[in-house]
């Protein structure tokens, strides 16, 4: 780390249960995250500029531990802070979790250049704006990076973490780290791009739907049975990258040649399906696509979405 090294940084993922974080806004994320940290042994402490929201931080963790049959003696470890300094003073993670308002989320990294110690990593939790610009009013620019968590967050295993330009590589390798023995899926966007990995996608899927329901092409409704009943059971199976490498790079490319351009907006094939598709990487069948196959891999991979495809519609039963 080139700056104020993380102490952090070279620990082991059992390192959680003696850290601690602040969570700043504690709404419906702030508090979903804090839960995660306190139920890792972590001391957190909450602020919120809405009085209410900050002191009730504690009861809502412990009713979402109580309904999900968790321990709810854990919000011991969560208390209220009053300030954010006061809740950014001790901790070696900060958190962010307030509105997506851009110039709100500026001003508090700014300020958090000298209310949190010089060790600590800052983390915004944005759903899609650029974590460089949330970052451009601090100084301190090497230690924020992006953690998107999903809603809830006690519950989703997902968190993006998105490095920026200015993103020190060894914060981003410390929050992997920490985040993965929280117990998450803790994955790396390289390059911060508005709206990250999961956001683009879901956001794509979402402009398609929207513009099938006004072209007239099916009712709301049909489109939720279309994804539910169709290719989103077999996505939490398989994701689209497997499944392109399943069925073939040169299928793929052939619907992809007819049906991108008549999307709304039209587009053109991917370079690099192109390029692959040339090159002879195919997929499962010739050992190599977008990812590397053994012929015992993608067997494996073959039954594994067979079987929990069957186990998932029931019909392993019938
Ligand atoms: N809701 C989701 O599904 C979801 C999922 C992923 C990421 N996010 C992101 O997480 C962030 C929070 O979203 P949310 O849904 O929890 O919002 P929310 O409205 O439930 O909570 C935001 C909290 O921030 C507080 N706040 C506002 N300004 C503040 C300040 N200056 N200092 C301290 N606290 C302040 C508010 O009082 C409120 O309690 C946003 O950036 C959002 O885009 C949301």
């Known amino acids: 780390m080139s700056t104020a090294a993380t102490p952090l940084a070279e620990q082991p993922a059992s390192a959680t249960t003696s850290a601690r974080a602040a969570v700043i806004g504690a709404g419906l994320m702030g508090h979903g995250i804090a839960q995660v940290l306190a139920g890792a042994g972590?001391?957190?402490?909450?602020y919120d500029l809405d009085e209410a929201a900050r002191e009730s931080v504690r009861e809502r963790v412990a009713d979402n531990l109580r309904s999900l049959g968790g321990d709810p003696a854990i919000v011991r470890r969560i208390a209220p802070a009053q300030s954010l300094a006061d809740a950014a003073r001790d901790a070696d993670w900060v958190f962010e979790a307030v509105a997506e308002k851009l110039e709100l989320k500026q001003e508090l990294f700014r300020a958090l250049d000298d209310a949190a110690p010089a060790a600590a990593v800052l983390a915004t939790n944005?759903?899609?704006?650029?974590?460089?610009?949330?970052a451009s009013r601090a100084s301190g620019r090497h230690r924020?990076?992006?953690?998107?968590?999903?809603?809830?967050?006690?519950?989703?295993?997902?968190?993006?973490?998105v490095q920026t330009a200015e993103t020190d590589p060894a914060v981003v390798?410390?929050?992997?780290?920490?985040?993965?023995?929280?117990?998450?899926?803790?994955v790396h966007v390289k390059r911060d791009v508005p709206g990250f990995v999961g956001n683009r996608l879901q956001h794509a899927l979402w402009r398609e739907a929207f513009n099938l329901i006004d072209a007239g092409v099916c009712d709301p409704e049909t489109v939720d049975a279309v994804i539910r009943a169709g290719f989103g059971m077999r996505l939490g199976v398989m994701g689209p990258i497997e499944t392109a490498d399943l069925i073939g790079l040169d299928l793929t490319l052939d619907i992809h040649e007819y049906i991108l351009p008549r999307?709304?907006?039209?587009?053109?094939?991917?370079?690099?399906?192109?390029?692959?598709?040339?090159?002879?990487?195919?997929?499962?069948?010739?050992?190599?696509?977008?990812?590397?196959?053994?012929?015992e891999r993608a067997r494996e991979r073959r039954e594994h979405l067979r079987r929990e495809l069957a186990r998932i519609t029931g019909a392993a039963r019938s």
């Open 42 to 46: 972590v001391e957190v402490r909450v």
């Open 126 to 134: 944005t759903s899609v704006m650029s974590v460089t610009e949330i």
């Open 144 to 161: 924020i990076v992006g953690t998107h968590w999903w809603n809830p967050p006690y519950l989703m295993p997902l968190v993006e973490v």
């Open 173 to 186: 390798a410390a929050t992997i780290s920490f985040l993965t023995g929280l117990g998450k899926t803790a």
């Open 263 to 295: 999307l709304d907006p039209p587009s053109a094939p991917a370079p690099g399906l192109r390029a692959r598709v040339a090159q002879g990487r195919l997929g499962m069948k010739s050992g190599e696509g977008y990812e590397s196959w053994t012929p």
